[in-house]
């Protein structure tokens, strides 16, 4: 059994992983406004207002027993024993974490960047769930991503679980890496929205009788833009302050973290101009995700009829995974890289192998309980009137009949 | 004379400190977003155009005069005796911050913090006199809140005033605590948006001939709840500021501040949209700040008659006077919280005896010497025609006749 | 050949000055928001996208090659000789950032600030030639700017090169002195906007047969609002990112920067109503850049016939240089300011004689290989139609013949 190291920071680390954590809420803020954005303005109050209270959910929830699950490293945990390992499972931390002192810890730290990039994974489903999932379900749905899929799998990676000690039990590099939440932000958040996309089916005029789908615009593209500019932020705040503190680097590594990060989003925004330019005849403005995301669109449209308004599958899923896998390609780890990447590798089955049929299995049995698709009367006034009661818009003329017959 | 101790900073906490009062223009912005979406399209341009003029000229009147009455702990003011003790009421700087080195100390983050807060306090009283109140009258109200209302009362919480010493003149707790703003900005600038509710009257349409209000919804619900969510980053932002500078904590403890913020925003939030489910059927998305909240903005609007289209009353001045209080319940003091519960009671009696009626007469006056309603004209064409002769949205189509007739 | 002195930070400096470095972005989704609101809605998406890919473009060629000619103080440049002073003209570094280790020194933070600086200056043309420059041309033309003329002249200012030389080598004071990118972002952006709209020529309708321009009004005046409050974030960030890294103050030096900033915002934005309500009988909700900014926009557009519907060239060119002579006059220099002013106007002389030539000559050439503006029918269908072939807002019922007849 040999824990993990406890990183230590430096009083102006700890100062600066602060302040980088407060950014993350504008990656939030974005998300919600590209969701918003990217589906119809007939449930675009509906869709802000599901953003703010299932962030809301999470950070309540990952409270109360999201972080007794999670843990820190160096913190109690269940351990079970293969060979002559010990792997670390799950955490063994008490409710409403009692017993964790908020004083400017890393594992306090930790805490803080928790609660809103849990907020971040919760957001993910909300835009494949778009315009046809009731809010009673989501609430509930929100509640068991952030209570039990997400600290589980994050106590895997970022907890000392068995992921990350891969490394060190097997000499598989330095185990399962992930310091800016490929894995348990994006692919546990996509993987959920694949499968709420699945319980729901797609939205009513989406395919045709042929299975042929039809192109919903977008309401808002300056929402869905502008969100990205704010998303980029967050992103910056996310990335520098998880390698402080899962990954142990100083003051002086961030400048790298960032600029990889502006020229990794200013490459992806551009290659997605490209190749819709290349293959539509035009630019596609509210597809700025990278090459991949666009052909993982395209496949999860056509041949998977999956219907995701916000696009959430493709950018969070297989951008999360090709993040995870480029660890292992690219990372200049001491010694060599194919522990690593096999690491990466045992990391992208667990998704795809445990946490995908967990996440689907629990919202499949929700339906059973509570329906998660809202009425059919409710798709056709659009989510805001019949769920909220009010439009986003009232004031506005909107085309009664715009593309989908209501 | 017991002056009371004056924080000291280290470079490091100086440097949190600068970034996160940077963080609170966000908030600044949040407000604006929140008070615009909830008017009517027609006044969208004057809303927000009043909120950039109001924050400019809070600003500079502060600089110019405010902060010469505010001060700040340790430095020059003027002292009266009861018994034997010294009651600091009012600072004794110069004008235009001469003798103030703006040099990286508390008292110069202090001044820096107090620029942004002075902002925040002059945009409250701008959501309740919405859509009925001239920009002449609003400048010139911005210039007596910001120039001699808020740093009056600041003086008293912050400066090392009479309420702070409550503590070292009659033993009651640290004397009266107010660490993120709850009394200054938020009660006081309530207590303003009361008065000016009060004198402007409601607008055309909201009341019917039997005394029942109209429901005037939201023309923006997007820009509402993207403004909430910006909000929290700057409160975020205050709130540790304010820790930092008003209660002298280390760089260690604003984890704990960072994770309560959003602990109460998150159950603010959900509470609402519960309460408002369970009293109407459906959840009010334009409604995110609290149980209290709802009803006190049923009591303002039914029995009070005061029409505040922000809401800026029930969550300002109540949210904030609970703020208040619950540093006194919930505080652990050494010693017994009796005293500082007290302490913070004879705050809000200061509050509600000293600052409305002199916010409301100096309101008052400036009514008599400068109309501060619009003239009717200007309510039916809507603010962004009759003040500033151009529209918000020129190229949309609106209803012409959207819910009150014209 | 007397090198300058080569900054050093302290680990809190570097802290704090990456964190505001993360902060400029959000100046960059203000202008963006700004630009995009001040346009008509048939060029909104438009106008986000092209913002989105410029800063995108900028990164990657500021990466690939720009910074091998802007350079960073004490590295590797190429010197020619006048008398016996070695003048510094431009520097010689790899391209890709070969050979810059990205290590949390100046050079590297210089380098950070730079990614996003290069991204401003880039979106100040597309301010200017809005609603008729296609995509594909803006990108060659990002591409000339952010890779040729921007670093050449940084490389002069903040790379130790000549102008900076200019108080070593003549004693001109302390040299040129450019803290905040007035020159470098904003002069620079301006001439190259002033250029764009030139070749451009106005947008069809500005000017009726008689050479009178005709008020095309912003669309969104809520984003130009939004966008200038989001701006004084991200210029908070700049500024005292700016000082810390090219003048070598300490921490304690920000507050004053900071305050100084808010000030002159205030200011400028306050002066701009007022100069606007004493012109033209109501203040001007889309115009908040002072006084000077409100004149030579009347100058531009109906002396020199410039349609410019950002007001990019007025803001940045006529602003930028008043803000370098402004140094010149009231810095606080040991010794005389007749030196220091003496560069300063040395500083404007090179960008009005060599810069703008260089800018207009290249996107001369550009426009005779890749027509720059727009096919008349793109122009009438609006650029998102044209060029995207998706409207910004398709479900708004828009005016059909708003303004401009098309």
Redo the contacts between chains.
């Keep these: 059994m040999t824990p993990l190291p406890i990183p230590t920071l430096?009083?102006?680390?700890?100062?600066?992983c602060?302040?980088?954590?407060?950014?993350v809420?504008?990656a939030?803020?974005g998300v919600?406004?590209i969701n918003?954005g990217l589906g119809?303005?007939r449930s675009?109050?509906?869709s802000?207002?599901t953003?703010?209270?299932v962030?809301?959910?999470a950070?309540?929830v990952y409270?109360a027993c999201g972080f007794s699950w999670q843990g820190s490293v160096g913190r109690p945990a269940h351990f079970f024993t293969i060979g002559h390992a010990g792997w670390n499972w799950i955490a063994a931390e008490s409710f409403f974490m009692r017993g964790l002192a908020?004083?400017?810890?890393p594992a306090?730290?930790t805490?803080?960047l928790q609660?809103?990039s849990v907020g971040l994974a919760v957001l993910i489903p909300v835009g494949a769930g778009a315009e046809r999932w009731r809010?009673g379900a989501i609430c509930a749905s929100t509640a068991l991503l952030a209570g039990l899929t997400y600290p589980l799998f994050a106590h895997w990676v970022w907890g000392g679980g068995w992921l990350a000690q891969l490394g060190t039990n097997y000499g598989l590099g330095r185990g399962f890496v992930d310091a800016s939440g490929s894995s348990t932000i994006q692919v546990v958040g996509g993987l959920t929205a694949l499968s709420i996309a699945w319980i729901l089916n797609p939205r009513r005029g989406k395919y045709s009788a042929q299975g042929m789908p039809a192109a919903i615009?977008?309401?808002?593209?300056?929402?869905v833009?502008?969100g990205?500019?704010?998303g980029?932020?967050g992103w910056?705040?996310l990335n520098?302050a998880g390698a402080l503190l899962f990954v142990g680097v100083?003051?002086?590594?961030?400048?790298?973290i960032?600029?990889n990060t502006?020229?990794a989003?200013?490459?992806g925004?551009?290659t997605a101009?490209i190749v819709t330019r290349l293959r539509?005849?035009?630019?596609?403005?509210?597809l700025?995700a990278g090459a991949l995301v666009v052909f993982a669109i395209e496949w999860l449209e056509f041949k998977l009829k999956v219907d995701d308004p916000g696009g959430a599958i493709a950018v969070h899923t297989v951008g999360g995974i090709w993040g995870i896998l480029a660890v292992g390609l690219f990372a200049q780890i001491p010694g060599e890289n194919a522990g690593q990447l096999l690491a990466q590798i045992v990391g992208v089955a667990a998704l795809v192998g445990f946490v995908l049929p967990m996440t689907y299995g629990l919202n499949w049995l929700l339906n059973h309980f509570h329906q998660q698709r809202v009425a059919v009367d409710g798709e056709r006034q659009g989510m805001?009137l019949h769920?909220?009661?009010?439009?986003?818009?009232?004031?506005?003329?909107?085309?009664s009949e715009?593309?989908i017959p209501r």
């Design positions: 430096s009083e102006t680390s700890t100062a600066l602060f302040v980088l954590i407060l950014l809420p504008l939030g803020a919600a406004l918003t119809r303005s675009a109050a509906h802000m207002m953003s703010l209270v962030i809301a959910i950070a309540l409270f908020l004083d400017g810890s306090s730290l805490v803080l609660l809103f809010l615009p977008a309401h808002n593209v300056v929402f833009i502008f990205c500019v704010l980029l932020v910056l705040g520098s100083g003051v002086e590594r961030v400048v790298l960032a600029v502006i020229l989003a200013a490459s925004g551009l101009a539509f005849g035009k630019p596609d403005a509210s700025t805001d769920e909220l009661g009010a439009e986003a818009y009232p004031e506005f003329v909107i085309h715009e593309f």
